[in-house]
C-alpha cells in the first residue's frame, strides 16, 4: 500500500477554481492508478477523476467532466486535480485514492486500496 495526503481544499466562490494535490510515499507509485473521489454530508462517497498509473489514460465522471483535469507526475509521486467552474454541487471532501493490479476505470471506492484523510472542498453561491 501506498500513504497518501491530499492539501489544496479550501473555499471559493462559485465559477472559481482549486487545485487539489496528493502526495504518495513508496517508490512504486507508477504501479498504481490514482483517482478522486468526494463525498458531501449525507451522501454517499462518488468516483470524481481517475489516471493510469503512467498516465496514459484518465476518467471522469459525467459530472464534472470538462471542468476538472486529472494529471500525475510519476516522478513526485503526485497527482492533482484542476477544479474549474466549480459549482456549489462540488462542495464536498475530497479523496485520492490508489489502485493496484490492471486499472479499467472503475468508479468503484471498493477497487481502491489506499486512501487520504481528504480535503475539504466549499463552494459558495
Known amino acids: 500500500q501506498v500513504q497518501l495526503v491530499e492539501s489544496g481544499g479550501g473555499l471559493v466562490q462559485a465559477g472559481g477554481s482549486l487545485r487539489l494535490s496528493c502526495a504518495a510515499s513508496?517508490?512504486?507509485?507508477?504501479?498504481?492508478?490514482m483517482g478522486w473521489f468526494r463525498q458531501a454530508p449525507g451522501k454517499a462517497r462518488e468516483f470524481v477523476a481517475a489516471?493510469?498509473?503512467?498516465?496514459?489514460?484518465?476518467y471522469y465522471a459525467n459530472s464534472v467532466k470538462g471542468r476538472f483535469t486529472v494529471s500525475r507526475d510519476n516522478d513526485k509521486n503526485t497527482v492533482d486535480l484542476q477544479m474549474n467552474s466549480l459549482k456549489p454541487d462540488d462542495t464536498a471532501v475530497y479523496y485520492c485514492?490508489?489502485?493496484?493490479?490492471?486499472?479499467?476505470?472503475?468508479?468503484?471506492?471498493?477497487?481502491?486500496?489506499?486512501w487520504g484523510q481528504g480535503t475539504q472542498v466549499t463552494v459558495s453561491s
Open positions: 485514492a490508489a489502485s493496484s493490479g490492471f486499472y479499467r476505470g472503475s468508479v468503484y471506492p471498493a477497487d481502491f486500496e489506499s
Open positions: 489516471i493510469t498509473g503512467l498516465g496514459s489514460r484518465t
Open positions: 513508496g517508490r512504486t507509485f507508477s504501479t498504481y492508478a
